[in-house]
């Protein structure tokens, strides 16, 4: 009987070496998934949603559970054909052409470097209101330290520290709907039992769908698992198995915690009108008592700023390594420490950028908001590529005749994502399709110079 080890697929036919350890199982990748979207995600995000959905914030996780479901399939499609490192980077790149894999990488990129920065800005800010005589830049290296060094030490270090943060989490989210369930059940809540779904009052679909343009920001993650392909010890099929079951997990816990807040949320009408950063502490606060809110506070603030920033710096770091690897990026953030298996100089390049990022743009008052919309439009963008590829790779390509999974489902999600692309903020596409054409430029400058955008390998068979 072979171990798991040995039904891992191998990098070695794809022209690579086997240079990370493969020490992940079915539940390592799973827990990952949960922490990068943060089962507590919606604490954080509460009052934006609910005033962009009109109050029906379920509804838009709903719709924004149903619109990454197809991402997530092509996902786990295209993780099947080249189970590796790299993410989107790798799936255009082998599944359509190698210049095409440049463009969504250097995309993503947008979304991945800036991730890490966005959740230690989010906590630090957070933590400076609890502990306002401590300055917010102290938060970030602190934040950022203690992530680099878990990291540094080797993914499975990072794979037990997440389990723990994991039920740290969802103790968190238990006690909340206790206390909110209980909080209904004594009359303190508002509207009908199904606003948070639909509410004919404030019901249109522009209006369901910029909505979860918004929401979609907490499902962002579920992708990341793809980043550790080659440190899974699993089948190719259950790799991107475990996405699916990321993001459907996920997804309920999102939907279940914001339709309890949802019913609670005292002033409606000023959060219908303004929104609100605290509406969710706001409303913990009126559930259980101010202990609550300082609670669900806390744990916001220390799942983004640890949590959800470790292993988005793990994912980070992966996706730098497997451009640099194909000499699409410089070769020093190939570098992989001998003994700990990590790709160490991306590690630490992410650190450093993520530091920098963070203490410009806590100068700044839009500088949450404007670093979550490039994260949001960057991913997006970087997804259209990636439906393109399983379609080109499985269809066009390979002539599957597996009509849903390789055509239909793909189609439905590039046009779903396609919609919140366009609906995006002015700015965030403005910088986006600046970013998009640096990338163009880098990519033009390349060919000039003879440096054409090259794979290791023969694009092989897709695995099953």
Do not use: C
């Amino acid at each position: 009987m072979s171990s798991p080890q040995s039904t891992a697929p191998g990098v070695e036919r794809f022209g690579y070496q086997q240079e990370l350890q493969r020490s992940l199982s079915f539940a390592d990748l799973l827990i990952y998934g949960l922490i990068f979207m943060v089962p507590i995600a919606p604490f954080g995000i509460f009052g934006s949603v609910f005033q962009s959905s009109g109050g029906m914030v379920a509804l838009a996780y709903v719709i924004g559970m149903v619109a990454m479901a197809f991402t997530a399939l092509s996902y786990a499609q295209m993780a099947r054909a080249f189970p590796m490192a790299g993410s989107v980077y790798t799936y255009a790149g082998r599944g359509i052409a190698a210049p095409v894999g440049f463009l969504a990488g250097w995309v993503i990129l947008l979304d991945y470097v800036l991730v890490p920065a966005l959740l230690y800005l989010v906590a630090s800010s957070a933590m400076t209101s609890f502990v306002p005589g401590v300055p917010i830049w102290v938060w970030l290296i602190a934040f950022i330290v203690l992530n680099t060094v878990v990291n540094y030490l080797g993914i499975e270090m990072t794979a037990r520290m997440n389990k723990i943060m994991l039920v740290a989490e969802l103790i968190v989210l238990a006690i909340f709907l206790v206390v909110g369930i209980v909080a209904l059940a004594q009359g303190k809540g508002h509207g009908a039992a199904l606003s948070p779904l639909f509410d004919s009052s404030t019901f249109s679909w522009p209006l369901a769908f910029g909505a979860v343009s918004v929401a979609v920001l907490s499902f962002l993650g579920f992708d990341g698992i793809s980043m550790l392909a080659e440190e899974s010890r699993e089948s190719t099929r259950r790799l991107g198995r475990s996405m699916v079951f990321a993001l459907v997990l996920a997804g309920a816990l999102f939907v279940v915690q914001t339709w309890v807040a949802a019913l609670l949320a005292p002033n409606r009408a000023d959060l219908l009108a303004h929104g609100g950063d605290n509406a969710f502490y706001d409303t913990a606060e009126y559930a259980g008592g101010h202990w609550l809110s300082v609670l669900t506070a806390v744990a916001t603030a220390v799942a983004w700023g640890f949590a959800n920033s470790l292993v988005a710096q793990a994912a980070t770091s992966r996706l730098l390594f497997a451009m640099a690897r194909d000499r699409q990026l410089p070769a020093f953030l190939r570098k992989v420490h001998p003994t700990r298996k990590v790709p160490v100089n991306a590690t630490f390049l992410v650190a450093v950028v993520s530091l920098a990022l963070g203490l410009y743009l806590s100068t700044r008052d839009d500088g949450i908001g404007l670093l979550g919309s490039l994260v949001n439009f960057g991913a997006m963008t970087a997804f259209l590529a990636l439906h393109v590829s399983v379609v080109v790779h499985y269809v066009v390509r390979n002539r599957s005749r597996d009509w849903w999974r390789h055509l239909v489902a793909p189609a439905i999600g590039f046009l779903i994502l396609l919609y919140v692309v366009i609906n995006a903020s002015i700015a965030a596409q403005v910088l986006g399709f600046v970013w998009l054409a640096i990338g163009v430029v880098i990519l033009a400058g390349s060919y000039m110079m003879g440096r054409r955008p090259t794979l290791s390998a023969v694009t092989p068979e897709a695995t099953e």
